[in-house]
């Protein structure tokens, strides 16, 4: 499908990488990995024809069409949500223009005998069919299917799509383009902004994806999930991987030693070819035999390794235990007022969540979940201090100390310090070598800890935010988000120090890798509620799954009650939501095309009352005008009644499936 050849690149006379060879096929499923900075955006960016390299050709078939996803796309339209969405459909919705175009020509036109009519009529029928092909009548439902899939709701369709924040802009960038259908799908870090459902929903959608995918991400489940094949750039190399990112590493752990043992021989063979030439450089007998091994020497590609990264840890400052309690929540109820202009009105009021009750444990270790706006955030700002809850209490427990990362602390970073100074004002007796290794672990290397924060990227001041964060001694953490620029060299030095830390921690992220190991509580916020649940990340998504299944199946084969009362009305409450949303888009297709099947069948009998008129022969002009009208209309009717039976199956179908299950 598409065949990369010799593609180099550099900067500043450096490689960035060279001479890289692939090819890429339907349906692969390809994972592209290595270090930040070593051209994995910029190689996308190559393929996607925004870059161009300095050497080397991609191919691709005709049929081959390619989409692409940054990391930071942000969209100011003045759009609807639908609209936007609705702009993926670029060539259906030109052929649609092109139609109406035509439409209102032949409704137009007045002389019917010529052969500029007849091939109005042509290339009406022609782009008739192109749309049917298309199935230009699946569009608002396919729409609804993704962007609801993301998270969005029916009442957010008509929303300016400049009124959403940007990780909304981020997926509605991200439904553009799976609306798109490219041949070639190609995403940027696209998890960053997903909560749990969104992402696992995600990765059913990629996982029936009619195409090929190549996935950049620092996320190990979604990477293990959903490729078959590792792309890793190394020392500006392409190798490649026949697996997930798990067969990745233990793979590129078995090709390292062999590589090891390869330059470990060559180094052997290369000394003894050395202490020949030495012994016998000035034999006379062995001149031509020295001269020959002199020339293999020359002629020797030295095999390299890429150096193995110091294993680097990080432990969190001492301090004083806190108490046997470290916070409880009595009745928190927490709304905002959306009016501009200040006003109290109740109608204005947007409740986040009201009457939690939950108690935090010296220990706990907890994951924070919930769909985005759910009020994951507003729960740790609450917890932190920042905000005050519109009702309710949050009791402290004995010397609890709080340390808080979100990233809007990036607001609080003064743009004249430098890197290091950021650090060295936040440190609690470290030596300035022991905070430049703390900083190694977060990517700032070398000189780059004397970068001033005013010129660092918006990934960099939220890297270094965290930095200042993780240098405060406390015993409570309580962290939003803190992976989302961090590779994956980084989380592991994070995840060890949560895994060594003696405190108590809450942290909301939607990366299961990172937290399965360090997690043994979730607290869901659902519904302006929350219910905990014991164990990590996936043994909630277990019981998840087995709640909905036992209640599911409790309710088909038996008559008897369902013991637990909440969860059958949830569960229920779930399906009717789902029927609703599956059967919504549908009912009010078949309510527009009923509405016009009426007014069609009212226009069309109409033409027939004229038609049956005695001196409806008499005008030449009005018979030709009205069998025209009349035949358009029985086309348009037969369409329209085609329409209308495929919309009732599929509702049917779907109301029976629900029934059954």
């Not at 430049?436 to 800890?449: A, E, P, Q």
Request: net charge neutral; with cysteine; charged share 30%.
């Amino acid at each position: 499908m598409i065949s990369v050849q010799n593609i180099s690149i550099q900067f500043g006379g450096k490689y960035l990488f060279e001479n890289l060879n692939f090819q890429i096929s339907p349906n692969d499923r390809i994972g592209l990995i290595g270090p930040n900075g070593v051209g994995k955006t910029t190689l996308l960016k190559i393929l996607s024809g925004i870059t161009q390299a300095d050497s080397g050709i991609v191919q691709k078939a005709n049929y081959v069409s390619i989409g692409y996803l940054p990391q930071d796309t942000i969209n100011f339209s003045d759009r609807t949500l639908y609209e936007e969405a609705k702009s993926a459909f670029e060539d259906i919705n030109i052929l649609q223009n092109q139609l109406d175009e035509i439409n209102n020509q032949i409704l137009n036109y007045k002389n019917v005998d010529t052969e500029e009519y007849q091939e109005l009529l042509e290339i009406q029928s022609e782009i008739q069919f192109k749309l049917e092909c298309s199935n230009a009548h699946l569009i608002k439902s396919q729409i609804e299917k993704v962007l609801m899939g993301l998270g969005f709701y029916i009442e957010d369709f008509e929303r300016p799509v400049r009124e959403f924040s940007g990780g909304w802009q981020m997926r509605i960038a991200l439904a553009k383009l799976l609306l798109s259908n490219p041949s070639l799908l190609m995403l940027d870090e696209p998890t960053n902004h997903l909560d749990l459902d969104s992402l696992r929903w995600l990765e059913e959608y990629l996982n029936s994806y009619k195409g090929a995918v190549i996935i950049v991400s620092h996320d190990r489940a979604f990477l293990d999930n959903m490729t078959k094949k590792i792309f890793a750039i190394v020392n500006g190399k392409l190798e490649i991987y026949h697996g997930n990112y798990s067969f990745y590493e233990r793979e590129s752990r078995i090709r390292r030693e062999n590589l090891i043992n390869s330059i470990r021989n060559q180094q052997q063979k290369i000394k003894q070819t050395q202490r020949f030439i030495e012994r016998f450089r000035y034999k006379a007998t062995k001149a031509r035999q020295v001269q020959s091994r002199i020339k293999q020497l020359e002629k020797i590609e030295l095999i390299e390794v890429e150096p193995e990264d110091e294993e680097i840890t990080f432990s969190f400052p001492e301090t004083k235990p806190s108490g046997a309690i470290v916070a409880e929540a009595i009745n928190l109820t927490k709304s905002y007022f959306t009016s501009k202009s200040g006003f109290s009105s109740r109608d204005l009021e947007k409740l986040v969540f009201s009457d939690l009750n939950f108690r935090i444990e010296r220990g706990d270790r907890i994951a924070l979940v919930g769909v985005n706006g759910s009020g994951k955030s507003t729960l740790t700002k609450i917890l932190s201090g920042i905000e005050q809850p519109t009702s309710g209490i949050i009791k402290f427990g004995h010397n609890v100390l709080i340390s808080y990362f979100a990233q809007s602390q990036v607001d609080e970073l003064h743009n004249d310090m430098e890197v290091i100074q950021v650090a060295e004002a936040e440190a609690s007796g470290q030596t300035q070598a022991q905070l430049r290794t703390l900083l190694g672990c977060f990517l700032f290397k070398g000189d780059d800890v004397f970068k001033k924060v005013k010129v660092l990227s918006g990934g960099e001041k939220s890297r270094l935010a965290l930095v200042k964060m993780l240098l405060k001694p406390a015993n409570f953490l309580v962290m939003d988000e803190p992976t989302n620029h961090l590779d994956m060299k980084s989380k592991k030095v994070l995840q060890d120090a949560l895994s060594n830390f003696n405190g108590t921690y809450l942290i909301v992220s939607h990366d299961r890798h990172f937290l399965d190991p360090i997690i043994n509580k979730v607290i869901e916020i659902k519904d302006g509620k929350i219910k905990t649940y014991l164990g990590n990340i996936s043994d909630y998504i277990q019981k998840l799954e087995s709640e909905k299944e036992k209640v599911q199946t409790t309710i088909t084969q038996s008559n008897k009650p369902v013991n637990d009362l909440k969860i059958k009305k949830r569960i229920e409450a779930e399906e009717r939501q789902k029927l609703y949303k599956l059967t919504k888009p549908i009912k009010d297709k078949l309510a527009d095309i009923e509405n016009q099947i009426k007014e069609k069948e009212k226009l069309k009998q109409q033409c027939e009352v004229v038609m049956l008129q005695p001196d409806f022969f008499s005008d030449k002009q009005r018979v030709i005008t009205t069998n025209n009208e009349y035949k358009k209309l029985t086309n348009e009717l037969e369409k329209l009644y085609e329409d209308w039976a495929y919309l009732s199956d599929e509702l049917e179908n779907i109301l029976n499936n629900s029934k059954k299950n």
